[in-house]
Protein backbone atom coordinates (compact mmCIF):
# COMPACT_ATOMS: atom_id res chain seq x y z
CA UNK A 1 0.00 0.00 0.00
CA UNK A 2 1.52 3.81 -0.70
CA UNK A 3 0.49 5.21 2.55
CA UNK A 4 1.11 3.59 6.08
CA UNK A 5 -2.32 4.23 7.17
CA UNK A 6 -4.50 0.81 6.19
CA UNK A 7 -1.40 -1.10 6.04
CA UNK A 8 -0.84 -0.51 9.57
CA UNK A 9 -4.89 0.43 10.30
CA UNK A 10 -5.63 -3.37 11.84
CA UNK A 11 -2.17 -4.14 13.37
CA UNK A 12 -3.18 -1.26 15.55
CA UNK A 13 -6.49 -2.14 16.45
CA UNK A 14 -5.48 -5.61 17.58
CA UNK A 15 -2.80 -4.12 19.40
CA UNK A 16 -5.68 -1.25 20.76
CA UNK A 17 -8.02 -4.36 21.56
CA UNK A 18 -4.88 -5.87 23.22
CA UNK A 19 -4.19 -3.18 25.67
CA UNK A 20 -7.64 -2.08 26.17
CA UNK A 21 -8.79 1.35 26.78
CA UNK A 22 -6.84 2.89 30.10
CA UNK A 23 -8.77 6.50 30.10
CA UNK A 24 -12.09 4.38 31.06
CA UNK A 25 -10.74 2.57 33.86
CA UNK A 26 -12.25 3.40 37.02
CA UNK A 27 -10.22 5.74 39.36
CA UNK A 28 -9.24 4.21 42.44
CA UNK A 29 -10.49 5.17 45.57
CA UNK A 30 -8.08 7.62 47.97
CA UNK A 31 -6.40 5.33 50.53
CA UNK A 32 -8.63 6.80 53.34
CA UNK A 33 -11.55 5.12 51.21
CA UNK A 34 -9.75 1.94 50.50
CA UNK A 35 -11.45 -1.53 51.49
CA UNK A 36 -9.06 -2.99 54.54
CA UNK A 37 -7.72 -5.86 52.32
CA UNK A 38 -6.05 -2.65 50.31
CA UNK A 39 -6.88 -4.22 47.10
CA UNK A 40 -7.87 -1.48 44.37
CA UNK A 41 -11.61 -1.66 44.02
CA UNK A 42 -12.88 -2.93 40.41
CA UNK A 43 -16.25 -3.72 39.84
CA UNK A 44 -17.19 -6.44 37.47
CA UNK A 45 -20.18 -4.50 36.36
CA UNK A 46 -20.07 -6.62 32.49
CA UNK A 47 -19.88 -5.68 29.36
CA UNK A 48 -23.21 -4.61 27.61
CA UNK A 49 -23.14 -0.93 28.20
CA UNK A 50 -19.73 0.72 26.29
CA UNK A 51 -19.23 3.51 28.67
CA UNK A 52 -19.42 1.32 31.49
CA UNK A 53 -15.53 1.56 33.32
CA UNK A 54 -13.58 -1.67 33.41
CA UNK A 55 -11.02 -3.57 33.50
CA UNK A 56 -9.12 -5.62 30.80
CA UNK A 57 -6.49 -7.02 32.51
CA UNK A 58 -5.98 -10.71 31.94
CA UNK A 59 -7.72 -11.74 35.38
CA UNK A 60 -9.94 -9.53 35.96
CA UNK A 61 -11.77 -8.97 32.48
CA UNK A 62 -15.54 -8.56 32.64
CA UNK A 63 -17.67 -11.62 32.92
CA UNK A 64 -18.48 -13.37 29.08
CA UNK A 65 -22.29 -13.31 29.49
CA UNK A 66 -23.95 -14.35 25.75
CA UNK A 67 -24.22 -11.44 24.04
CA UNK A 68 -28.09 -10.75 22.48
CA UNK A 69 -28.07 -8.13 20.08
CA UNK A 70 -26.70 -7.48 16.66
CA UNK A 71 -24.30 -5.14 18.02
CA UNK A 72 -21.31 -6.88 19.88
CA UNK A 73 -18.36 -5.22 22.15
CA UNK A 74 -16.19 -5.89 24.68
CA UNK A 75 -13.83 -4.41 26.15
CA UNK A 76 -10.68 -6.59 25.31
CA UNK A 77 -9.37 -9.03 22.19
CA UNK A 78 -9.53 -11.48 24.78
CA UNK A 79 -11.70 -13.31 27.94
CA UNK A 80 -10.64 -14.99 31.03
CA UNK A 81 -10.90 -18.78 30.00
CA UNK A 82 -12.33 -21.03 32.84
CA UNK A 83 -8.95 -22.87 31.92
CA UNK A 84 -6.62 -19.38 32.23
CA UNK A 85 -5.39 -20.40 28.78
CA UNK A 86 -4.90 -17.85 26.12
CA UNK A 87 -6.19 -17.79 23.22
CA UNK A 88 -4.08 -17.34 20.11
CA UNK A 89 -0.83 -15.47 20.12
CA UNK A 90 -0.18 -12.12 21.17
CA UNK A 91 2.22 -11.47 18.68
CA UNK A 92 0.40 -12.62 15.28
CA UNK A 93 -0.59 -9.48 13.31
CA UNK A 94 -4.71 -10.08 12.64
CA UNK A 95 -5.60 -12.34 15.20
CA UNK A 96 -9.05 -12.66 15.36
CA UNK A 97 -11.00 -11.66 18.71
CA UNK A 98 -11.20 -14.48 20.75
CA UNK A 99 -14.66 -13.62 22.26
CA UNK A 100 -16.19 -13.20 19.07
CA UNK A 101 -15.62 -17.41 18.52
CA UNK A 102 -16.31 -17.92 22.28
CA UNK A 103 -20.07 -16.23 21.61
CA UNK A 104 -20.18 -18.27 18.15
CA UNK A 105 -19.15 -21.67 19.66
CA UNK A 106 -21.62 -21.09 23.04
CA UNK A 107 -24.58 -20.54 20.50
CA UNK A 108 -24.11 -23.04 18.01
CA UNK A 109 -22.07 -25.86 19.07
CA UNK A 110 -22.60 -28.37 21.68
CA UNK A 111 -19.72 -29.98 24.10
CA UNK A 112 -17.89 -32.73 21.85
CA UNK A 113 -18.96 -30.49 18.41
CA UNK A 114 -16.20 -30.74 15.87
CA UNK A 115 -15.23 -27.44 15.03
CA UNK A 116 -13.33 -26.33 11.40
CA UNK A 117 -11.09 -23.11 11.34
CA UNK A 118 -9.22 -23.51 7.62
CA UNK A 119 -7.13 -20.26 8.47
CA UNK A 120 -6.16 -20.47 11.71
CA UNK A 121 -3.69 -17.92 11.93
CA UNK A 122 -2.46 -18.22 15.64
CA UNK A 123 -4.52 -20.68 16.58
CA UNK A 124 -7.50 -18.60 18.43
CA UNK A 125 -9.92 -20.90 17.82
CA UNK A 126 -8.18 -23.87 18.70
CA UNK A 127 -7.87 -22.52 22.20
CA UNK A 128 -11.25 -21.49 22.82
CA UNK A 129 -12.31 -24.94 21.47
CA UNK A 130 -10.32 -26.54 24.32
CA UNK A 131 -11.75 -24.15 26.76
CA UNK A 132 -15.41 -24.73 25.29
CA UNK A 133 -14.44 -28.93 25.25
CA UNK A 134 -14.96 -28.80 21.21
CA UNK A 135 -12.92 -30.67 18.98
CA UNK A 136 -10.63 -28.00 17.31
CA UNK A 137 -9.55 -28.79 13.65
CA UNK A 138 -7.11 -25.88 12.45
CA UNK A 139 -5.64 -25.26 9.04
CA UNK A 140 -3.42 -22.32 7.52
CA UNK A 141 -1.32 -21.69 4.78
CA UNK A 142 1.17 -20.09 7.53
CA UNK A 143 0.63 -21.60 10.45
CA UNK A 144 2.24 -20.10 13.20
CA UNK A 145 5.55 -21.68 13.86
CA UNK A 146 4.89 -22.46 17.63
CA UNK A 147 1.48 -24.35 17.16
CA UNK A 148 1.96 -27.49 15.93
CA UNK A 149 -1.63 -28.10 16.38
CA UNK A 150 -2.92 -26.28 13.18
CA UNK A 151 -1.64 -28.21 9.79
CA UNK A 152 -0.52 -26.52 6.92
CA UNK A 153 -2.83 -26.15 3.94
CA UNK A 154 -4.84 -23.93 1.50
CA UNK A 155 -8.51 -23.31 2.57
CA UNK A 156 -9.45 -23.81 -1.09
CA UNK A 157 -8.83 -27.56 -0.52
CA UNK A 158 -9.50 -28.89 2.52
CA UNK A 159 -8.34 -32.52 3.35
CA UNK A 160 -11.86 -32.93 5.48
CA UNK A 161 -14.60 -35.18 4.02
CA UNK A 162 -18.41 -33.88 3.34
CA UNK A 163 -20.72 -33.45 5.12
CA UNK A 164 -18.36 -33.73 8.37
CA UNK A 165 -18.23 -30.51 10.27
CA UNK A 166 -20.56 -29.08 13.08
CA UNK A 167 -18.74 -25.55 13.23
CA UNK A 168 -17.03 -23.68 10.60
CA UNK A 169 -15.36 -20.30 11.44
CA UNK A 170 -13.47 -17.94 9.45
CA UNK A 171 -11.36 -14.77 9.49
CA UNK A 172 -10.04 -14.63 5.78
CA UNK A 173 -7.77 -12.04 4.74
CA UNK A 174 -9.79 -8.47 3.87
CA UNK A 175 -7.99 -7.95 0.60
CA UNK A 176 -3.52 -6.77 1.01
CA UNK A 177 -4.27 -5.11 4.69
CA UNK A 178 -1.86 -7.57 6.13
CA UNK A 179 0.90 -9.29 4.91
CA UNK A 180 0.75 -12.89 6.40
CA UNK A 181 3.30 -14.92 4.48
CA UNK A 182 5.48 -15.48 1.44
CA UNK A 183 3.42 -17.86 -0.15
CA UNK A 184 2.08 -16.76 -3.66
CA UNK A 185 -0.69 -18.67 -2.79
CA UNK A 186 -1.81 -16.44 0.30
CA UNK A 187 -5.21 -14.51 -0.49
CA UNK A 188 -3.92 -11.64 1.55
CA UNK A 189 -1.99 -11.14 -1.84
CA UNK A 190 -5.36 -10.93 -4.03
CA UNK A 191 -6.21 -6.97 -3.97
CA UNK A 192 -9.95 -6.63 -3.92
CA UNK A 193 -9.48 -3.19 -5.55
CA UNK A 194 -7.91 -4.09 -8.53
CA UNK A 195 -8.19 -5.67 -11.71
CA UNK A 196 -5.76 -8.53 -11.68
CA UNK A 197 -4.64 -7.54 -15.22
CA UNK A 198 -5.39 -5.21 -18.04
CA UNK A 199 -7.98 -8.36 -19.44
CA UNK A 200 -9.97 -8.24 -16.21
CA UNK A 201 -12.23 -5.69 -15.83
CA UNK A 202 -14.48 -6.52 -12.28
CA UNK A 203 -12.95 -5.33 -8.99
CA UNK A 204 -10.70 -7.54 -6.57
CA UNK A 205 -12.06 -10.70 -9.34
CA UNK A 206 -9.22 -12.94 -8.38
CA UNK A 207 -9.40 -12.38 -4.44
CA UNK A 208 -12.92 -13.34 -5.26
CA UNK A 209 -12.80 -16.05 -7.11
CA UNK A 210 -10.48 -17.56 -4.05
CA UNK A 211 -12.72 -16.64 -1.74
CA UNK A 212 -15.26 -18.48 -3.74
CA UNK A 213 -13.53 -21.91 -3.64
CA UNK A 214 -13.13 -21.28 0.20
CA UNK A 215 -16.51 -20.65 0.51
CA UNK A 216 -17.55 -23.81 -1.93
CA UNK A 217 -15.13 -26.09 0.30
CA UNK A 218 -17.29 -25.16 3.62
CA UNK A 219 -19.94 -25.93 2.37
CA UNK A 220 -18.91 -29.25 1.39
CA UNK A 221 -17.53 -29.81 4.36
CA UNK A 222 -20.25 -28.74 6.88
CA UNK A 223 -23.37 -31.03 8.27
CA UNK A 224 -26.42 -30.19 6.77
CA UNK A 225 -28.44 -28.16 9.30
CA UNK A 226 -24.83 -26.81 10.59
CA UNK A 227 -23.29 -23.10 10.68
CA UNK A 228 -20.86 -21.20 9.41
CA UNK A 229 -19.66 -17.98 11.15
CA UNK A 230 -17.43 -15.55 8.82
CA UNK A 231 -15.93 -12.65 10.43
CA UNK A 232 -14.87 -9.60 8.15
CA UNK A 233 -14.11 -5.93 7.26
CA UNK A 234 -14.55 -4.00 4.38
CA UNK A 235 -11.00 -1.98 3.39
CA UNK A 236 -10.20 1.39 2.08
CA UNK A 237 -6.88 1.60 -0.04
CA UNK A 238 -5.04 4.91 -0.41
CA UNK A 239 -4.00 5.98 -3.95
CA UNK A 240 -0.59 7.46 -4.22
CA UNK A 241 -0.59 11.03 -5.06
CA UNK A 242 -4.46 11.52 -4.58
CA UNK A 243 -6.31 13.93 -2.79
CA UNK A 244 -9.97 14.63 -1.65
CA UNK A 245 -12.54 12.06 -3.37
CA UNK A 246 -9.82 10.56 -5.57
CA UNK A 247 -7.62 9.93 -2.30
CA UNK A 248 -8.28 6.08 -2.38
CA UNK A 249 -10.92 3.02 -3.15
CA UNK A 250 -13.30 1.69 -1.32
CA UNK A 251 -13.80 -2.44 -0.91
CA UNK A 252 -16.79 -3.40 -0.11
CA UNK A 253 -15.68 -6.74 0.88
CA UNK A 254 -18.46 -7.68 3.48
CA UNK A 255 -21.15 -7.35 1.40
CA UNK A 256 -19.53 -9.04 -1.43
CA UNK A 257 -18.79 -12.17 0.72
CA UNK A 258 -22.52 -12.30 2.35
CA UNK A 259 -23.86 -12.13 -1.34
CA UNK A 260 -21.53 -14.84 -2.61
CA UNK A 261 -22.19 -17.03 0.55
CA UNK A 262 -26.46 -16.41 0.47
CA UNK A 263 -26.02 -18.33 -3.12
CA UNK A 264 -25.74 -21.68 -1.46
CA UNK A 265 -26.22 -21.07 2.70
CA UNK A 266 -29.54 -19.28 3.77
CA UNK A 267 -28.10 -16.26 6.05
CA UNK A 268 -29.25 -16.18 9.35
CA UNK A 269 -28.02 -13.04 10.92
CA UNK A 270 -25.19 -10.25 10.39
CA UNK A 271 -23.69 -8.73 13.71
CA UNK A 272 -21.51 -5.70 13.38
CA UNK A 273 -18.35 -6.14 16.19
CA UNK A 274 -17.31 -2.86 17.22
CA UNK A 275 -13.54 -2.07 17.04
CA UNK A 276 -11.70 0.07 19.54
CA UNK A 277 -10.00 2.27 17.80
CA UNK A 278 -8.58 4.42 20.72
CA UNK A 279 -5.08 4.05 19.73
CA UNK A 280 -5.85 5.95 16.26
CA UNK A 281 -6.39 8.82 18.60
CA UNK A 282 -2.86 9.43 18.70
CA UNK A 283 -0.68 10.39 15.51
CA UNK A 284 -3.06 12.50 12.62
CA UNK A 285 -4.95 8.99 11.84
CA UNK A 286 -8.22 11.36 12.38
CA UNK A 287 -6.86 14.14 11.16
CA UNK A 288 -5.83 12.51 7.76
CA UNK A 289 -9.28 10.38 7.59
CA UNK A 290 -11.09 13.76 7.75
CA UNK A 291 -8.75 15.98 5.27
CA UNK A 292 -8.68 13.28 2.59
CA UNK A 293 -12.20 12.34 2.63
CA UNK A 294 -12.27 8.51 3.98
CA UNK A 295 -13.33 6.47 7.03
CA UNK A 296 -11.32 4.52 9.34
CA UNK A 297 -13.01 0.79 10.03
CA UNK A 298 -15.51 1.01 12.97
CA UNK A 299 -16.69 -2.19 12.81
CA UNK A 300 -16.52 -5.80 11.54
CA UNK A 301 -19.19 -7.79 10.24
CA UNK A 302 -19.74 -11.53 11.68
CA UNK A 303 -21.93 -13.26 8.94
CA UNK A 304 -24.05 -16.23 9.93
CA UNK A 305 -24.91 -18.60 7.65
CA UNK A 306 -26.41 -21.73 7.61
CA UNK A 307 -26.27 -24.88 5.54
CA UNK A 308 -29.81 -26.45 5.04
CA UNK A 309 -30.77 -29.65 6.45
CA UNK A 310 -31.21 -31.87 3.82
C1 LIG B 1 -7.07 -12.89 9.63
S1 LIG B 1 -5.88 -14.14 9.66
C2 LIG B 1 -6.62 -15.38 10.68
C3 LIG B 1 -6.33 -15.14 12.13
C4 LIG B 1 -6.72 -16.28 13.04
N1 LIG B 1 -8.16 -16.45 13.11
C5 LIG B 1 -6.16 -16.03 14.43
O1 LIG B 1 -6.92 -15.68 15.35
O2 LIG B 1 -4.95 -16.10 14.60
C6 LIG B 1 -6.01 -14.82 8.05
C7 LIG B 1 -5.18 -16.07 7.83
O3 LIG B 1 -5.47 -16.60 6.53
C8 LIG B 1 -4.32 -17.32 6.13
N2 LIG B 1 -4.44 -17.64 4.69
C9 LIG B 1 -4.35 -16.80 3.64
N3 LIG B 1 -4.54 -17.46 2.48
C10 LIG B 1 -4.80 -18.74 2.82
C11 LIG B 1 -5.09 -19.91 2.07
N4 LIG B 1 -5.16 -19.90 0.72
N5 LIG B 1 -5.29 -21.07 2.74
C12 LIG B 1 -5.21 -21.13 4.09
N6 LIG B 1 -4.92 -20.04 4.86
C13 LIG B 1 -4.72 -18.87 4.22
C14 LIG B 1 -3.18 -16.42 6.51
O4 LIG B 1 -1.96 -17.14 6.58
C15 LIG B 1 -3.67 -15.87 7.87
O5 LIG B 1 -3.14 -16.64 8.92
Known amino acids: MNSP ?15 GNNSTRRPQRSKSKQRPDSKPYIKKTGHKNPDTPQNTRPGSRPPMGIQTTTLWEYPSQ ?13 DYTGATPSWVIYQ ?14 PMCGSGTTLDVCKDLGRTGIGYDLNPHPQRPD ?16 DFAFIDP ?4 HVDYSDDPRCIGKLDASQPADRTQTVMGQDYYQAMDAVLGELYRV ?9 YVSDSWKKKKGKQGDQAGTFMPIGFEL ?35 NFYLRGFNYLFIMKKDPR
Open 5 to 19: MPDDFRKKIEQELES
Open 78 to 90: HYDSQLGNMQGRK
Open 104 to 117: LLKRYTNQGDTVLD
Open 150 to 165: IKQNDARKLPIDNNSI
Open 173 to 176: PYST
Open 222 to 230: LKPGKFLGL
Open 258 to 292: FSMMSQAFTPVDIICVVRHNNKLQRGNWHKSAEAE
